[in-house]
């Protein structure tokens, strides 16, 4: 069953999207979260430091009770910044993918490669690592415009992002060359008395969809959103956040739609390697993908900078029947426009095209329907329901006036084709 909903696939192939990304997205490597991290530095802490250093005791204190934001503070105090420095990049460098076994990196490159793939307008990120960076060096070659913790680029950063390109900002620091948040008084400074870090993510918050991806929503985000609805009643763009199934997950899905517009994506409690994850970065991946996925059409190697430089005709030949079928539907309706809901229920059309197209689930029509929108064979609008409603491009109506002459015969080959399967299964 897809993770992502028609909603969230359409606004992400418009690059209404944002990503939010955790820790989860490395752990696949053994890349530590807060907690493993902090029990890790203070292991390397206690190999510097007197072993019976009472600051150590008390940071172990912390851990056990919780209080990992005050366990970092300690840590933080107790070790010189060149110390703290190498611990951070023990935990967090590249090595660690290396040196990961075979099946581990190769699972974690294929969640770098599809994060990298999908269409998004930016990515933000709390993580250290330069697993994210290194994944868009390798396979997304579209411009983009960096910052990391408290650069002050992050004034322009949005006003500068290229069109065709997307912006990446490592919210708190990294492994190269700057500041990690870490401690208490760092995240207050960061999250909470930091109006450039707040005036930033309001900006992210107000212009696009955030979709988190394994993260456990800090309670700073959240209660960034809860001002936000407030003060706007409501009228926010969505969040989206891919969550375990746990009591308490689904004990606050209300509250966080409710209060802070975030709609919750659920994965099984029983999936404890996290593999929805892997499936949801995979999803995402496709809609950048012309052809949507391999599952939903009939092309599956001819890529969009193909489908744009082709001539009109050239490029309804290229899509395929089912999506000429869809695009020749459009064209016979009145005033040449077809509203969403007759599409995913063609057989309403009482039309040939329609009669054809009736095998295919609501799903895979609306995956087309992207599809020949994003290759410019059909239009998108919204109607005064704020319903969606497709037209056929004015680019191609000539084209399409010449595929509707050569399939009044064809069609009825492939209805007499169609019956003839169909009374073989």
């Not at 807060?34 to 851990?63: F, M, Q, V, Y």
């Not at 996290?274 to 993908?289: G, P, T, V, Y």
Request: aromatic share 6%; net charge neutral.
């Amino acid at each position: 069953m897809p993770l992502i909903t028609v909603q969230l696939r359409q606004r992400m192939t418009r690059g209404q999207c944002v990503a939010f990304v955790g820790a989860g997205f490395s752990r696949v490597c053994d890349m530590p979260g807060w907690l493993g991290l902090l029990e890790n530095i203070l292991s390397i802490a206690r190999e510097s430091l007197h072993s019976e250093n009472p600051s150590l005791d008390s940071c172990k204190t912390a851990l056990e009770h919780g209080n990992y934001a005050l366990a970092a503070s300690i840590l933080r105090e107790a070790l010189p910044p060149a110390d703290m420095d190498d611990a951070i990049r023990r935990n967090f460098g590249l090595h660690r993918l290396d040196q990961a076994k075979d099946a581990q990196q190769k699972r974690m490159r294929e969640r770098m490669k599809n994060l990298a793939l999908a269409p998004w307008a930016g990515i933000l990120t709390t993580n250290y690592d330069e697993l994210i960076e290194h994944g868009l060096n390798q396979w997304n070659h579209v411009e983009r415009v960096s910052a990391t913790g408290l650069d002050p680029r992050l004034g322009v950063i949005l006003n500068t992002a290229p069109a065709a390109g997307m912006f990446f900002v490592k919210l708190h620091g990294s492994t190269i060359g700057s500041e990690i948040v870490l401690s208490t008084d760092e995240y207050d400074r960061t999250y909470i008395a930091s109006p450039q870090m707040t005036a930033f993510l309001t900006g992210i918050m107000l212009r696009y969809n955030t979709v988190f991806v394994g993260c456990s929503l800090e309670d700073e985000i959240v209660r960034l959103r809860r001002d936000l609805t407030r003060r706007f009643r409501g009228m926010i763009p969505t969040a989206y956040a891919l969550l375990q199934e746990t009591a308490d997950n689904r004990a606050r899905q209300s509250w966080l739609r409710n209060l802070a517009q975030i709609e919750t994506i659920f994965y099984p409690i029983s999936d404890v390697n996290h593999l929805s994850l892997d499936q949801f970065l995979e999803e995402a991946a496709e809609i950048s993908d012309p052809i949507i996925s391999a599952k939903t059409s009939t092309v599956s190697t001819i890529t969009l900078q193909k489908y744009r430089s082709a001539g009109p005709i050239e490029r309804l030949r290229m899509a395929g029947l089912d999506n000429q079928h869809i695009v020749l539907l459009v064209s016979r309706m009145p005033d040449q426009s077809l509203h969403h809901r007759d599409l995913v229920n063609p057989t309403r059309t009482l039309t040939a095209e329609g009669e054809l197209l009736a095998t295919l689930s609501p799903n895979e029509l609306t995956y087309r329907a992207l599809f020949l929108i994003s290759v410019g064979l059909l239009d998108e609008s919204l109607d005064d329901d704020g319903e969606r409603v497709y037209r056929v491009s004015d680019t191609v109506k000539r084209a399409v006036e010449t595929m509707r002459l050569r399939a009044s015969d064809g069609t009825a080959v492939a209805k007499k084709t169609h019956a003839s399967k169909a009374s073989r299964r």
